[in-house]
């Protein structure tokens, strides 16, 4: 099984690929991209078990709002880690669609992206083949202190007087 | 300047050892230049002709004595002592080593600075008026809403990697000197019939290859909600912006294709989502950011000017000066200096290490140790008691720092252009040069009175040429320096120069300026007609004719 960091920590993903639709019973987690499950909804609302779906940073939200329910992870795929797209997706998906399963980014992603992803409301990676977890781990808190409101946090200047009396 | 506090220090000292890490990693071959040059630019790092290029923010253009001269110890330390003054109201080093910048941005954040967001595709430094909080038509001190978007702006997660490079300007002056109109936002403050201070918001402003004048998509928006609407705008184009072409990336592309009202709707239905939220701006936040921006303790004056100051500035050699440099200001007894960075043989907005301190010092000892930094590329001393000009204006002088150009033709705002840039098409600074050798004749330059003569060396535009009274902008052809000359633009009102005619070679560039010229002086019809308003009344043609002949001046023109 490959790992993934998991609210901050290194985890197994149990989420696997489905290579053969007729033997989805037998899985525990699944992930698959969104057409598939567009294609085959019928299949995947008989799944008893974790479904996790997979999108690009140019998801149209209104295909992905109806189900949010039924799913357990949404993983948003970088092809590049500049492609900000993704991160208007998470907050919006946390904040607007009030999601909570797991977010998970993956990959475009290493050590100096995590930080920024993990503020839009990110909470699992999985990182690309040159980068390994641990090192990737370190990029999560670079920043002590944030001055904007982020999934994570409200403003610094709500917080300010607070954090400068202690 | 606004000061830090531990947390504000605390970000950027942390900002230096994650860009320490990633040059390292860099180095060492452990980040790929892919992977690393997104990460860099973010840090105002260019790769160039001959060396990196370091791209300082100085906030909305506001100095202190100190950091000025940090300044001059880095251009003395890291380049070739000397620093270039941009537009955007930043300053450049064109010689650093790449091993070295992070010891610059530690230097840096000594002094309460840094180079966050300086290029790449974020939010960039936020400008606005360089007489800000000291200018005598001011409705708000801009100073408190730039400090407010700055900190907005730095590092926001989900607006780091937009579709193109994105900047806000603030102007808090009845007269517009910030060109709000040519910014992705402009924002302007206004009050309202019941006295309640509010922005007028536009949109899709900008230079470049496709020039635009930004447009209003919200007459009036509250004080407390400038960040959440901030927030929605980015959020729209974040999520809409082309991201195929870089020439079709900008925020003003987006605008015109959806059309502005349905662009200001979609803002409208984002930010009713988040209205009234946590980032919802809160009176004590704004009080706190004025606090810090320290009390400037002003002599009860006289506004008249002494007589022994009065006969001073009415020396020949100096009225031009007085009449040009020196600005009104809103204290009685008070001015506001330009320091002229325009000498003629110098590169436009080039500053020396010795003169960079020479202005710390005038600062503190005429002034508050407050100093600005202008889109025009030149320095401002803001509170210069009247008694003190007469050693300012000597302090200045013997360091080649006051020419009397302000507002005249050889106040030539120009990137740096082939000479350093790897962007540019051409050259600019030889073409400056040459422009303000043709027009050394003071004179004569007061003749022709008020004239911004601005040049790009290629379409990105950072000399901001189509809002040049007379603009010019290098442009490739089969390898050879060619210069596309454009009239009749204006920053306030902002008004977009047209193409005269095929581009030029550089050696006919100064020639062709002065045949502009001589029209213009034999049609205005009074010396308070300025050239841009004849160009206005009369048209192309005579300019036309006069640089190109009765048969070339209609030949087809190409854009490109």
């Known amino acids: 099984m490959t790992k993934q960091i998991l609210n901050e920590v290194i985890v197994e993903n149990p989420f696997q690929e489905v290579a053969d639709l007729n033997t989805l019973s037998s899985y525990s987690h699944v992930i698959i991209p969104i057409e598939l499950y567009l294609e085959h909804s019928s299949a995947f609302e008989q799944f008893q078990g974790e479904l996790g779906i997979r999108i690009g940073t140019d998801q149209d939200l209104a295909l992905l709002v109806p189900i949010l329910s039924k799913i357990s992870l949404i993983e948003v795929r970088y092809d590049s880690f500049t492609d900000g797209r993704g991160h208007s997706l998470a907050r919006l998906l946390r904040e607007a669609y009030h999601y909570k399963g797991i977010l998970r980014a993956s990959g475009d992603v290493f050590k100096d992206t995590l930080y920024y992803l993990k503020r839009c409301g990110f909470n699992a990676f999985l990182v690309k083949e040159s980068e390994t977890l641990d090192h990737a781990l370190q990029g999560l808190n670079v920043f002590t202190e944030s001055y904007q409101a982020a999934v994570d946090q409200i403003p610094l200047f709500r917080r300010r007087v607070e954090l400068l009396r202690i | ?560």
Request: net charge negative; proline share 5%; charged share 25%.
């Open chain 2, 1 to 560: 300047m606004y000061i830090y506090d531990e947390i504000d220090q605390q970000i950027v000292n942390e900002r230096v050892a994650q860009f320490r890490d990633q040059t390292l990693r860099f180095l060492e071959g452990k980040l790929t230049e892919e992977e690393f040059r997104p990460l860099r630019l973010q840090n105002g790092l260019y790769i160039q002709r001959h060396a990196p290029m370091l791209r300082i923010a100085i906030p909305y253009g506001v100095l202190s004595s100190k950091q000025l001269r940090q300044l001059a110890y880095i251009a003395r330390t890291y380049d070739r002592g000397t620093g270039h003054f941009t537009t955007r109201q930043n300053i450049q080093f064109n010689w650093p080593k790449l091993a070295d910048v992070p010891n610059i941005l530690s230097d840096l954040a000594d002094v309460q600075m840094h180079a966050i967001q300086t290029s790449g595709n974020c939010v960039r430094n936020t400008t606005t008026d360089h007489f800000a909080g000291v200018a005598f038509d001011e409705i708000i001190d801009p100073r408190v809403y730039c400090e407010l978007i700055r900190q907005w702006s730095t590092f926001h997660p989900e607006f780091a990697f937009l579709p193109r490079k994105f900047k806000i300007a603030v102007n808090g002056s009845r007269e517009d000197r910030a060109a709000t109109l040519v910014h992705d936002i402009g924002l302007h403050a206004l009050l309202n019939d019941r006295g309640e201070l509010g922005f007028r918001v536009m949109v899709g402003g900008g230079l470049g290859r496709t020039p635009m004048i930004g447009v209003v998509i919200r007459e009036f928006l509250p004080e407390k909600h400038l960040l959440s609407y901030l927030d929605a705008i980015l959020r729209i184009y974040n999520r809409y912006g082309r991201r195929d072409n870089k020439y079709k990336a900008r925020i003003k592309i987006l605008v015109k294709a959806m059309t502005a009202e349905k662009f200001a709707a979609a803002v409208e239905e984002e930010w009713s989502r988040i209205k009234d939220g946590p980032t919802t701006l809160i009176d004590e936040e704004v009080k706190r950011i004025k606090a810090r921006f320290p009390e400037k303790p002003y002599q009860t004056l006289a506004a008249e000017l002494p007589e022994e100051v009065k006969h001073f500035v009415n020396q020949p050699h100096v009225k031009a000066w007085y009449e040009r440099n020196v600005f009104a200001h809103k204290q009685p007894g008070y001015k506001a200096i330009t320091v002229s960075l325009k000498a003629l043989g110098h590169a436009p907005g080039d500053m020396s290490a010795e003169q960079m301190e020479v202005v710390a010092r005038l600062a503190e000892e005429v002034g508050f140790g407050d100093i600005r930094v202008s889109h025009e590329q030149n320095l401002i001393l803001p509170d210069v008691p009247n008694t003190a000009i007469p050693q300012v204006y000597e302090a200045l002088r013997q360091w080649g720092l006051v020419t009397a150009n302000i507002g005249l033709l050889s106040n030539i705002i120009s990137c740096p252009g082939g000479d350093y840039c790897s962007l540019a098409n051409a050259r600019s600074i030889p073409v400056a040069q040459a422009i303000q050798q043709q027009f050394s004749d003071l004179d004569y330059l007061y003749d022709i009175g008020e004239l911004d003569l601005n040049i790009s060396g290629c379409m990105n535009a950072c000399g901001h040429h189509h809002i040049g009274h007379i603009g010019i902008l290098g442009v490739d052809k089969h390898g050879e320096e060619f210069y596309q000359i454009t009239i009749g633009g204006s920053q306030a009102p902002a008004r977009l120069g047209k193409v005269i005619g095929p581009s030029l070679k550089q050696e006919d560039v100064p020639q062709a300026i002065e045949a502009l010229i001589t029209v213009y002086l034999e049609t205005r019809e009074s010396t308070e007609e300025r050239f841009v308003d004849v160009v206005e009344r009369l048209g192309l043609d005579p300019f036309k004719v006069a640089v190109y002949g009765q048969k070339d001046a209609h030949t087809e023109v190409n854009h490109d």
